[in-house]
């Protein structure tokens, strides 16, 4: 088996409530592959779900640096972004989710956790516009359809306190 299919293999297998076998089965493919990026990712991934931002922080920061691509590399923004968040890192966790969005404009998840650290942040009427938009922009309802106009129009004055 290929180390990604290991790597998804062990992961698919993960229980969010009891990560430590995870992470047990993730770090002998660290110590075999300590400069593989999906290695890092996932590695920093287990330990963000088991609640250790701290420890996650430094692995998301190395796969990054180790080159992400694809989805990993918009999944890595926004756990990043997450967990500067939960870390009290707001203005470094906006930075994370605006590379992440240069990199994937279309991405309505970075842009909803975006919407948190803005929200945790203090700028609430910024966090609700950018919530509003994702909406105008991304929810299938043919009820919401007639009102996206308007929806759009209130993000775009929400935005607009932000001074």
């Known amino acids: 088996m290929d180390l990604h299919a290991e790597l998804d293999r062990i992961v698919a297998a993960r229980a969010r409530d009891d990560m430590q076998p995870t992470i047990d089965a993730l770090l002998p493919y660290l110590e075999t592959h300590p400069g593989d990026a999906r290695v890092l990712y996932e590695v920093g991934g287990a330990y963000d779900t088991a609640g250790e931002e701290a420890t996650a922080r430094g692995y998301y920061e190395r796969a990054l640096d ?24 707001l203005e470094r966790s906006l930075e994370v989710f605006d590379e992440g969005l240069r990199a994937f404009p279309g991405s309505p998840s970075l842009a909803v956790f975006r919407t948190l650290t803005l929200h945790a942040a ?33 993000a775009e004055y929400l935005g607009s306190l932000e001074g």
């Open 122 to 154: 203090g700028r609430k009427d910024a966090a609700m516009a950018g919530l509003l938009e994702v909406i105008a922009d991304e929810a299938a309802s043919s009820e919401l359809d007639r009102y996206r106009p308007a929806i759009r129009g209130n």
């Open 66 to 89: 180790a080159g992400l691509e694809g989805d990993i590399l918009r999944r890595c923004h926004l756990q990043y972004g997450s967990t500067l968040r939960n870390l009290g890192e």
